[in-house]
């Protein structure tokens, strides 16, 4: 995920998991200009876009396997929390749900969750930097 954004509550990242990942990367390359950046999942790759013009990925194709297997084949927003737990909680409170349970990616988590209309989106929170 990209670094650009960093402030609580901006949009982080945003994703598209689906079973056909290749397939659906090359139609918005054809349809977009995008360009691909394969991110090495172990035994697949998952797919880091990027525009024409630079080297910023600006969001990511995926395959429904591994830890995206229970991820809704939707465009899914990342949006930045201070807090994730917190988030959580505050997700339970005012009437929405956690789709998944928190995952960790490297040094940071998230959760996909759905808000009291049925909206899915995922909360994320970076991983505090021990440098």
């Not at 691909?36 to 990925?57: I, K």
């Amino acid at each position: 995920m990209t670094d650009a954004k960093n402030e609580s509550g901006q949009l982080a990242w945003i994703d598209l998991t689906v079973n056909n990942a290749v397939e659906i990367k090359n139609f918005y390359q054809q349809v977009i200009g995008w360009r691909e950046h394969q991110v090495d999942m172990g035994e697949y790759s998952d797919f880091a876009m990027m525009p024409s013009e630079t080297d910023d990925a600006v969001a990511g194709i995926c395959h429904a396997k591994g830890p995206n297997q229970d991820l809704p084949a939707v465009w899914l927003p990342y949006f930045l929390v201070e807090d994730l737990d917190a988030a959580v909680e505050q997700t339970r409170q005012n009437g929405g749900k956690c789709l998944t349970e928190v995952k960790a990616m490297g040094a940071d988590k998230f959760v996909v969750i759905q808000d009291p209309a049925g909206a899915s989106c995922a909360l994320y929170q970076k991983g505090q930097s021990t440098g």
